[in-house]
């Protein structure tokens, strides 16, 4: 059994704010192995942009801290290392890419210049640096290369410019690469160019990816795990064909009900009722309690245990705890 | 009292009474409550607030006067604070007890002038004070041309845009290439020295940035969908520039304003100085100021007069300053994005 | 007659040009290009297109927030064009908007209750204040929304209960017809099966025919009757959703539609 290549130990990442302290991040683990795709799937305020932040450490500041927790990159606790080291690591062994990619490319420097200096601040000459980023601009499909480096991103698609914050994230070949949200913003159709794009980077270099997303059909295409994370939790983790074939969190359950389709046509939809709680007063038992279907079966009021089903399953949620002596349930534990 | 005192009474009260009234209806709309709290923990906000409040009482006691035996004016409330404190015949240093000339003499009331007296023996603390109530009015006065005009012809040319907002830009493009001072001078000499020439003058040369302004956030907001949606629900243009952006572009106008006021209130100084300020029975700090030039010459040297006068105009421009920006900090982004 | 389509568009474009004459016509740029469709009463047609397809033009066009270059409009067989600006007044009660973004498409200023009657004030709808308020009252509630909202201002609410606020004030007026601009796009996937909810059940209950312009295509498969998908401007494929899903004629549509995750990690249409 081969060492995860990155571990996340009980991270706790809060944010201090004029209305109290925000537990953006509240215990949140999990594991992504060398050359592994780990979707963290979630809605708004789930947590899952801060926890990916909190690995990069770019948390915004003075607000942002990370209270406790491991981080456990190849072994090492990235939270140990200095501002320096953490330098090193940072676009050289981790890369990351976000949903704009028009505020995450700076609108005064040419194309070429950006692509450039992530090969030039880990050591390469700025020759080294040229053919590099020549060689990237073409593999991630876009044309003419040179051509494109003289450019400014304000001269770019929307996919485009993607492309190029792909390239500049892969131009140290990272081992992880972090990727939130990076099609949300994209049309369909160049969301399915960027996704095949990273997989096929994924096979090539036998990079792994931590994907964060709200979009389970991009989960369902790229994961090979899942985590679900909800009110700063993860509730439920498994690996992708489980998780939709046999969703057990009464959330991620509702989730997938609730998605409009050719089959719900003249139904109502599932509809997920009531509202998340505040981040900055998490209730004490279970924070989908006051959502859940199943609430009134279970003892909502104490905080849920995480259960492990085994084969990489977990689900904290009262239904699968099994100390609890109910009927009603089918084997592996799923309310019939 | 008789009928003009009554009426400045009136007047004087009338305006703080809207003020706290208009603060309190803010502060029922969520976003107004939540930058008021945020200037409440400012603790230099905190302290320009009540240096204003200060001068803000000065001014409308000011106000409030009445016909008094033994005086030729009506005495004020604040005239009447100084009863107790009788003229000299000349200039006298502050806390002196004998007169300020080559061969001194003393005075009726020694020691009991805090800022000492000027070249007709009256109290300058006194006359500092009563120059509040001008700055104010000039101030006041100035606005109340500038900033309807401004804000109608902004909104007339941010939301209707091409030839309206040719013309009006046109016209105050035309306008600003006219140095200010030069334009002041020249309306005031036209209509004569005095208190509405000033506030006329002041007032067309002071009301472009405020249009640009205007001008500017209503194209911001012209095509928000919320407009689009008024539209779409009917509503006229004149309703939409009145209920919908108005309201919106209030947090920048006040700012603007604020600053406006200082700034109006500086050039009252720099009007009088230049000879073109108000009449110099009225109290003024800039008719104090202009008699500085005589004064530093002199022998002994009088410096109280300026240094009173100029004081309490640095006191109350940097107070408005620092209003102003603390509340554009707290109006401004981060209040967006909640 | 009742077989008339509530709506009709006919050859309708729009063209972004310049000004002054120093500037050739090729720097003339045509987002709307030749559209036709007509929508039945009580039905739903949904625009589908990518961005820079036009489809958003086309909804503002019919709304006449935008000034079309040509073509022609028509509500129940009258045209909007040739009418007197009385009559586009009144057209307006019958034709109202839902935007995208529930951050943006109200008055940040305006409570509740002065966003859901504004309408009703502009079309003398409600004998009075009181009145107004009863029909404020049952519009909010319609939407699933507690009467209290009415004193609030709308950062007090979620995107969700936003977006109902934006329907409840299009409702106000008592439209035939209404055009939803992306509604559920910048909502989370728990909020959107609340809104589209709402939505069916408004259609089912008024009669209420729309026109929904979105990309989202899971959306389209639930809602609509008929489909327009449109590319550049113009309209490359029509039909049922069943048609236009089942049998693409075009290649842009197939495209398109092959370019959904699948939800289903079985069936990986994307990445294999």
């Avoid at chain 2, 930058?35 to 200060?54: Q, T």
């Avoid at chain 2, 050039?267 to 004064?295: F, H, K, T």
Wanted: with cysteine.
């Amino acid at each position: 059994m081969s060492q995860p290549l990155l571990e996340v130990r009980d991270l706790h990442t809060f944010l201090s704010s004029p209305r109290g302290t925000a537990r953006a991040v509240d215990g949140v683990n999990f594991t992504v192995d060398p050359g592994q795709i780990r979707a963290i799937v979630g809605e708004s305020g789930c947590g899952k942009s801060m926890t990916a932040l909190s690995i990069m450490q770019l948390l915004p500041e003075p607000a942002g801290y990370i209270d406790r927790g491991q981080i456990l990159f190849e072994g090492r606790d990235l939270l140990d290392l200095t501002w320096s080291q953490m330098g090193d690591v940072r676009g050289n062994d981790i890369a990351m890419i976000f949903q704009e990619p028009m505020t995450s490319l700076n609108p005064t420097f040419t194309i070429g210049n950006q692509v450039r200096e992530s090969a030039i601040v880990h050591g390469k000459s700025k020759a080294e640096a040229q053919e590099l980023a020549l060689d990237l601009l073409s593999r991630v499909g876009i044309e003419n290369p040179g051509a494109t480096l003289r450019q400014y991103p304000y001269e770019l698609s929307g996919g485009m410019r993607q492309r190029v914050m792909i390239s500049i994230a892969l131009a140290n070949r990272p081992k992880l690469l972090i990727a939130d949200e990076p099609t949300t913003a994209l049309d369909v159709t160049v969301q399915a160019q960027i996704l095949r794009l990273m997989r096929d980077m994924q096979r090539d270099f036998g990079m792994a990816i931590l994907l964060i997303t709200h979009d389970l059909g991009v989960v369902a295409e790229m994961a090979d795990v899942v985590s679900v994370m909800y009110a700063g939790q993860v509730v439920e983790e498994s690996p992708v064909h489980e998780l939709f074939r046999e969703p057990k969190h009464p959330y991620t359950r509702d989730l997938l009900a609730s998605l409009p389709s050719r089959e719900a046509r003249g139904k109502a939809l599932r509809v997920i009722g009531g509202t998340v709680p505040p981040s900055t007063a998490w209730p004490k038992g279970c924070r989908y309690a006051n959502r859940c279907q199943f609430c009134d079966q279970v003892p909502w009021e104490t905080p849920p245990p995480n259960n492990d089903l085994g084969d990489g399953v977990r689900v904290r949620c009262h239904l699968f705890d099994p100390g609890r002596t109910d009927e009603g349930r089918t084997e592996k534990g799923v309310p019939a | 009292m008789n009928r003009s005192d009554l009426i400045n009474a009136i007047l004087s009260l009338l305006a703080p009474v809207l003020l706290v009234v208009a603060i309190l209806r803010a502060r029922k709309q969520p976003l107004w409550a939540e930058a008021f709290r945020r200037v409440r923990r400012n603790p230099v906000a905190m302290v320009a607030v009540v240096v204003l409040g200060l001068y803000t009482t000065v001014a409308v006691l000011d106000g409030i006067g009445w016909q008094v035996k033994g005086q030729i004016n009506s005495q004020t409330l604040i005239d009447q604070a100084f009863a107790g404190v009788p003229s000299e015949s000349t200039y006298s240093a502050p806390f002196a007890v004998r007169s300020s000339e080559v061969r001194p003499k003393p005075l009726v009331a020694p020691g009991r002038h805090v800022l000492g007296t000027d070249a007709i023996g009256a109290d300058v603390l006194h006359r500092v004070l009563k120059g509040i109530r001008t700055a104010f009015i000039i101030g006041i006065g100035t606005l109340a041309i500038t900033a309807p005009l401004a804000i109608l012809l902004g909104l007339i040319a941010g939301y209707y845009g091409k030839t309206a907002d040719d013309a009006i830009q046109y016209v105050y493009t035309v306008l600003s290439s006219i140095p200010d001072i030069l334009l002041l001078i020249a309306i005031i000499l036209v209509m004569g020295k005095g208190l509405l020439a000033m506030c006329v003058a002041l007032g067309v040369t002071s009301w472009v940035g405020l249009c640009r302004l205007v001008r500017g956030e209503t194209l911001r907001h012209r095509d928000r969908e919320y407009v689009r949606a008024a539209k779409a629900l009917g509503a006229s243009p004149l309703s939409i520039m009145t209920r919908h952006i108005l309201p919106n572009l209030l947090p920048v106008v006040i700012i603007s304003l604020t600053l406006s006021f200082s700034g109006i209130v500086l050039y009252e100084s720099v009007l009088s100085y230049l000879g073109v300020g108000l009449q110099a029975d009225m109290p003024s700090w800039g008719n104090m100021i202009d008699g500085a030039r005589a004064e530093l010459t002199r022998d002994p040297v009088v410096w109280w007069n300026i240094a009173a006068a100029a004081g309490a105009l640095l006191i109350l421009v940097l107070s408005l300053n620092f209003l102003a920006d603390a509340l554009r900090d707290a109006i401004d982004p981060r209040l967006r994005s909640s | 007659m009742s077989d008339a389509p509530i709506l009709s568009v006919k050859g309708l474009r729009k063209e972004f040009g310049q000004r002054g004459g120093f500037l050739k016509p090729k720097g003339l740029k045509v987002a709307v290009d030749d559209v036709s469709f007509d929508i039945p009463k009580g039905k739903t047609l949904a625009l589908v297109g990518e961005s820079g397809s036009g489809k958003s033009t086309v909804g503002l066009m019919i709304l006449g927030l935008l000034e079309s270059t040509g073509g022609e409009v028509l509500f129940e067989g009258r045209s909007l064009a040739s009418r007197s600006a009385a009559d586009r007044h009144r057209f307006r009660r019958e034709m109202q908007v839902v935007f995208q973004d529930p951050y943006a498409s109200l008055n940040a200023r305006m409570t509740v209750r002065e966003a859901v009657t504004e309408g009703m004030r502009i079309h003398g709808i409600g004998a009075s204040a009181a009145e107004r308020d009863d029909r404020a009252k049952r519009l909010v509630e319609q939407v699933n929304l507690d009467a209290s909202a009415l004193d609030r201002y709308p950062h007090e609410f979620s995107g969700g209960q936003r977006q109902r606020i934006a329907i409840a004030r299009a409702l106000s007026v008592e439209p035939r017809f209404l055009v939803l601009d992306e509604p559920t796009s910048a909502l989370d996937v728990s909020v959107q099966s609340q809104v589209l909810n709402l939505l069916r059940q408004l259609q089912n209950d008024f009669g209420l025919s729309y026109l929904f312009v979105t990309h989202n295509l899971g959306v389209v498969e639930y809602l609509a009757d008929e489909v327009c998908v449109m590319q550049r401007g113009r309209i490359v494929e029509r039909g049922t959703v069943d048609e236009v899903f089942d049998s693409p004629k075009q290649e842009y549509t197939a495209r398109l539609l092959g370019s959904i995750p699948s939800t289903d990690p079985n069936v990986r249409r994307l990445t294999g």
